[in-house]
């Protein structure tokens, strides 16, 4: 007699949303239809909120009906900053998945690479995006704790007179509560910059805090690409969007030790 086999019930888990403390909820988005020009050589950010510090003086020191000698710190001038930067360079992710040609494996294919992407895009440009921001910012102070850390980093933004962004591991998160708030969705410090907290800082940044200004990114319409090979009876699709991020400053970073 054979012995009935029972397969094990299939479950299908709802689709999760992307965490919202990551890069891509902080970011100011330009939705590109297409066809996408910062395709070719990215996006420039030019200086208009900043670098404007060698070109401002305050007038004092120099009695009001005389005129300042030459070389004088004085003197009404200055030096305009860099308005020709290099550009944030694009990246592109993608995702792939293969079945069956019947018509319900080619949607499970379907939607399957599209939640995939979702998932793993902001994670992989947040690690990107992190060796750029490690690149800009430079050899970091150091500090001996979070607070501590946060207390140079709003420091530096102060002199800025902007409201920034600040760029940790998510493993920082919960080392010192608080120096978090929570504040309009937000997540954000005493002074009120905001914190983004990515998965792909973790390896990306480690133990290092990086200051910004406000992030800004422009991102294409995902693309889902099929293909069929019939002798096999294979469907594949790759979904793929291509992205840049970039922000106008890095204020300052700091190592956490």
């Not at 294919?109 to 990107?128: I, S, Y």
Request: glycine share 8%.
């Amino acid at each position: 007699m054979t012995t009935p086999v029972i397969q094990a019930l299939i479950f299908d888990p709802p689709l999760v949303t992307p965490s919202p403390q990551g890069l891509y909820a902080a970011t100011t988005w330009t939705d590109d239809p297409g066809p996408s020009r910062f395709l070719s050589d990215g996006v420039q950010i030019r200086p208009w909120n900043y670098g404007g510090a060698d070109a401002f003086g305050v007038w004092g020191d120099e009695p009001w009906c005389s005129l300042p000698e030459s070389g004088s710190e004085s003197l009404k001038s200055g030096v305009r900053p860099d308005m020709d930067p290099d550009p944030f360079a694009p990246i592109t992710v993608w995702t792939y998945d293969e079945c069956d040609l019947t018509a319900p494996s080619q949607a499970e294919v379907n939607t399957r690479v599209q939640q995939v992407l979702r998932l793993e895009e902001q994670t992989a440009v947040e690690t990107a995006f992190a060796a750029q921001l490690l690149a800009d910012a430079g050899a970091p102070a150091v500090r001996a704790s979070v607070a501590a850390a946060v207390a140079y980093l709003e420091g530096e933004l102060a002199k800025t007179n902007t409201v920034g962004v600040i760029h940790a591991s998510a493993g920082v998160a919960s080392l010192d509560p608080d120096q978090i708030k929570s504040s309009g969705g937000a997540l954000r410090t005493t002074l009120g910059h905001r914190w983004i907290f990515g998965g792909g800082y973790v390896d990306g940044l480690d133990d290092i805090l990086v200051a910004t200004s406000p992030v800004f990114g422009w991102r294409d319409a995902v693309q889902v690409r099929p293909a069929i090979a019939q002798q096999e009876n294979l469907y594949a699709a790759i979904a793929e969007r291509s992205v840049v991020v970039g922000y106008e400053r890095v204020i300052a970073a700091v190592q956490i030790t």
